[in-house]
């Protein structure tokens, strides 16, 4: 591949964080691990934080999609970590998000509920929407979360999490 001819960590960064999203996205959810894994150490080599934290999201998506709740768990968690810088917002949405995700369907809505919430707070605080390509996975957490909980604790939890200060909902991280 080219990028590894010249040598560009920044562009093999790049490269295989978008093929491992690709294959994340058609459901090649066994093949985008490699991709995805290969993207971490040149993207913290090349200090390119948004690399980062995406290709961890991913990471936790498709664990997550594999049934592996703990791997998807500390993935999520460690992109939670890298995303908290202020610039990387987009990112900590998406990772907040997943990790509801993984929360629902592990069985702790209330906890999945205030996640989803501080989510969506922290998109709101830049003035993004939900990404293209997570509007599915959106759609369907936020119907579970109405399903086990009730509209009404649905929202008081939502709520909650869309108050939190970015500092709680990383205390809420480290906690668990």
């Not at 934290?53 to 992109?79: K, M």
Request: contains cysteine; hydrophobic residues 45%; glycine residues 8%.
């Amino acid at each position: 591949n080219m990028f590894r001819e010249l040598d560009d960590q920044w562009g093999l960064a790049f490269a295989s964080l978008n093929l491992g999203g690709a294959l994340l996205l058609h459901h090649r959810y066994a093949d985008a691990i490699p991709h995805l894994e290969e993207c971490i150490p040149l993207a913290r080599a090349v200090k390119a934080e948004v690399f980062l934290s995406n290709a961890l999201i991913n990471l936790g998506w498709v664990h997550h999609w594999l049934g592996s709740v703990e791997a998807a768990r500390a993935r999520l968690r460690e992109a939670v970590k890298h995303a908290a810088v202020p610039d990387n917002r987009e990112s900590l949405g998406r990772a907040l998000e997943a990790l509801a995700a993984v929360d629902v369907n592990a069985g702790d809505p209330e906890l999945a509920a205030i996640l989803f919430g501080a989510a969506d707070g922290v998109r709101r605080s830049i003035g993004a929407g939900v990404w293209m390509t997570d509007r599915g996975s959106h759609e369907q957490t936020e119907a579970q979360l109405r399903t086990q909980l009730g509209d009404t604790a649905y929202m008081a939890a939502a709520d909650s999490g869309r108050n939190l200060t970015v500092d709680h909902v990383l205390e809420l991280n480290s906690a668990g």
